[in-house]
Structures are given as structure tokens and as C-alpha cells.
């Protein structure tokens, strides 16, 4: 079994500011974990992923994640926030079971920025 | 390159009423998934496709829901008949194969907004 818990529905930063999304996981094999954006009225779209290599991951748009495996944990940060930043954004993890991988998603965390 | 299409991208109809949407992927995937999100949750899965097979559709409610993926390419998802509880956005994805899934390589459609009233 796997799942992911995103410890905060709502964030709120001032541009400019830093951004931290909490994501902690539980899952029965070694993981795959991802992060995707979704923006109003948008389809979802893949910001990172952790894959079993470097265990700091960069993505699009400035953000990355560390892989903490001790702390079963994979926050998302962004050094300074922007505007356009403004979107729900989903924990994703991913393990195999006998094969039929598929991906469990966490409740989302609503990132807004504050002028 | 053309994105995942869905269509349509809104639906209101009153339970009981049949609805159906459809998906075409990214040239070239031959996974197809089918997402249902309910409002303030995340998507969770109802079908997965390997080209025309459907490979998983453990969480799919057959009584009332059915898909099909005829030669591998769209797909449509069907609700007959509806009900209130099933409002929500269906989404379609698509990856290049099953090895897509554990990379999370995965490509979403804008969603197909239900509504039952």
C-alpha cells in the first residue's frame, strides 16, 4: 500500500518570499515521488521527480524537492515566490506492486501569493 | 505537439441522465489513464489502458461506468445513468507505456467538468 499526506491544504507567502509545501509518503517498496502543478481551468503537469537517484531534484520554474527517506518526507521549496506561482500542487507517489504501478496522489496544497 | 484532448470540457445534466466524454492522447502513448477529481481532493484513478486492454479497473464502478479504448488510441468514459455523487472533473492522461507510470511521466487533458443536478 502507499500514500501520501500533504500536512497543509492552504499556503499563503508574499512575493518574493520563500515557498515550503510539506509532502510526507508511506509506501511498501522504494518509491517514486513526484510533484505536478495544476493551475485554474489547466490540466496537471509534472513540476519534479524523485527516481531513486540524486536525492535533491530540481524542477521547472525554480522549485525543488529533497528526498528525506529517515523522515519519509519530500518538501517542495522555491527560493523566492512569483505570482505566477499561484496554483494547487499534488504529491505524487508511485510504487511497484507486482507490476501494476500507478500513481496515488495527496489532497493538494493551495499555494496563494501575496502582492 | 498536440497535448491530451478531452471533450467536452463541461457537462451539466440531471441524474439519472447518461453522459459520456472522450480522450485523445499524445500521438504515440499507448497508456491511457482515466482520473476522477472531486472537489478539494486529489485525482484518483478509474481505468488505465495498455493500448486497447485495460489493465486496471479495480477502482471503476461497473455497475454504472464503463470505458473503452477502441484500437488503442481515444478512449471515451460513459456514466449510465448518473448520479448527484458523481460531479466532479474526469481527467484523461496518456504516457508512452507502463514504464511512464513509475517515471510519472504522465500527460494531462484540462478535464471534463460533470455536473448533476
Known amino acids: 500500500a502507499q500514500s501520501v499526506t500533504q500536512l497543509d491544504s492552504h499556503v499563503s507567502v508574499s512575493e518574493g518570499t520563500p515557498v515550503l509545501l510539506r509532502c510526507n509518503y508511506s509506501s511498501s517498496y522504494s518509491p517514486s515521488l513526484f510533484w505536478y502543478v495544476q493551475h485554474p481551468n489547466k490540466g496537471l503537469q509534472l513540476l519534479l521527480k524523485?527516481?531513486?537517484?540524486?536525492?535533491l531534484v530540481k524542477g521547472i520554474n525554480g522549485f525543488e524537492a529533497e528526498f528525506k527517506k529517515s523522515e519519509t518526507s519530500f518538501h517542495l521549496t522555491k527560493p523566492s515566490a512569483h505570482m505566477s506561482d499561484a496554483a494547487e500542487y499534488f504529491c505524487v507517489v508511485s510504487g511497484a506492486n507486482f507490476g501494476n504501478e500507478k500513481l496515488t496522489f495527496g489532497t493538494g496544497t493551495r499555494l496563494t501569493i501575496i502582492p | 505537439e498536440a497535448g491530451v484532448v478531452q471533450s467536452p470540457r463541461y457537462k451539466i445534466i440531471e441524474k439519472k441522465q447518461p453522459v459520456a466524454f472522450w480522450c485523445n492522447p499524445i500521438s504515440g502513448h499507448n497508456t491511457l489513464y482515466w482520473y476522477r477529481q472531486n472537489l478539494g481532493q486529489g485525482p484518483e484513478l478509474l481505468i488505465r489502458y495498455e493500448n486497447e486492454e485495460a489493465v486496471d479497473d479495480s477502482q471503476l464502478p461497473k455497475d454504472r461506468f464503463s470505458a473503452e479504448r477502441l484500437k488503442g488510441v481515444d478512449s471515451t468514459l460513459k456514466i449510465q445513468p448518473a448520479e448527484l455523487g458523481d460531479s466532479a472533473v474526469y481527467l484523461c492522461?496518456?504516457?508512452?507505456?507502463?514504464?511512464?507510470?513509475?517515471?510519472?511521466?504522465?500527460?494531462f487533458g484540462e478535464g471534463s467538468r460533470l455536473t448533476v443536478l
Open positions: 492522461a496518456s504516457s508512452l507505456g507502463l514504464r511512464g507510470a513509475r517515471d510519472g511521466e504522465l500527460f
Open positions: 524523485y527516481t531513486s537517484a540524486a536525492t
